[in-house]
């Protein structure tokens, strides 16, 4: 009987080679051609994934215009910038949201280390993909099951792992989203009768559950309290031991408080990324300043 192995990486190319779905189940395959690792060190930082020149089209409307930008293993990145220039739609390359719509186009590369490939390349598996890197939405979208089910999910989809793996993985998740103390015992209640700031947690859980390598916030506190904010900003520090995050907010404090580095996009391109502190304190461009000092957005 095969041992339980919960997390080897899932192979991302749809043609690895192991792409039969008995084998797609089974969680202990490798990829038959493994890439040569390169992961290219930066000082004392290690790069996890880096866009190149990354063009976005929905359609004909040009979303994305040529965005490079390295982002940090174990480092919070914040995408800030107005309305509709381009952070979701960034932030969905890196999962392959957009695959899920007719007429989306990438152009350019987002390399994903150490494996180096090209997540929007041809030839990647969207689902491996969405395994790996992982999305928490604006508005909390729990499955319309248990609270245990919905932390099961993934686990499921995966395969191959027996009742008990499961009970210790989700407790491990939900303990990872700070929710396991309030929700123990009401394990098998609707994921609907937590509050909005513990299902957020809750869908961060799920998140967890299928240890993703980077997970990716699309202004997840945008519609809770102050408290709950705070919360998810915290445990969000704390996951970054663990992983990497990328989170779009359109909360300045949030992002001077809880990320490394900042992005800030305008009209489809990147304008600035630098250092948190460095960004907000001296920023290099004068359409920074005027944002950040809220001037327009
Ligand atoms: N599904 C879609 N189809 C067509 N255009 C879209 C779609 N989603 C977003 N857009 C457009 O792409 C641009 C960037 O949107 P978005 O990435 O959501 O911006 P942000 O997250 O910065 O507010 C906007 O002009 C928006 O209208
Ligand atoms: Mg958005």
């Not at 494996?115 to 030839?123: F, K």
């Not at 099951?145 to 939900?174: C, H, M, P, Q, W």
Request: proline share 9%; glycine share 6%; with cysteine.
């Amino acid at each position: 009987m095969a041992t339980q192995t919960p997390n080897p990486p899932l192979p991302l190319r749809q043609n690895a080679g192991v792409d039969t779905p008995r084998q797609r189940n089974n969680d202990s395959v490798t990829p038959a051609q493994t890439p040569e690792p390169t992961p290219p060190p930066a000082g004392d930082l290690t790069l996890k994934a880096e866009a190149k020149n990354l063009h976005f089209h929905y359609g004909k409307y040009q979303a994305l215009k040529g965005v490079s930008l390295p982002i940090y293993k174990n480092r919070i990145t914040a995408l800030i910038g107005p309305s509709g220039c381009g952070k979701s739609t960034f932030l969905r390359c890196f999962n392959r949201m957009h695959d899920l719509y007719p007429n989306s186009r990438y152009q350019g590369d987002i390399r994903l280390y150490p494996d180096d490939i090209n997540l929007v390349g041809p030839g990647i598996d969207p689902i491996a993909v969405r395994m790996r890197i992982s999305m928490v939405f604006q508005k909390p979208n729990p499955f319309p099951k248990s609270i245990y089910e919905n932390v099961a999910f993934s686990l499921r989809l995966r395969g191959g792992a027996s009742r008990s793996t499961i009970d210790a993985e989700v407790e491990k998740a939900l303990r990872g989203a700070a929710l396991w103390d309030e929700c123990k015992d009401r394990l098998h209640e609707p994921a609907n009768k937590l509050s909005g700031g513990q299902q957020q947690r809750l869908c961060i859980a799920r998140s967890l559950a299928s240890h993703p390598e980077i997970i990716l916030f699309d202004e997840p506190t945008s519609a809770l309290d102050p408290k709950a904010t705070r919360r998810i900003e915290e445990l969000a520090t704390d996951l970054k031991s663990r992983m990497t995050i990328i989170i779009v907010t359109h909360n300045m404090q949030q992002a001077a408080r809880m990320s490394d580095y900042t992005a800030f996009m305008y009209l489809g391109e990147l304008v600035e990324f630098g250092p948190t502190p460095r960004v907000f304190q001296t920023p290099a461009k004068q359409l920074t300043d005027e944002y950040i000092s809220g001037r327009f957005g």
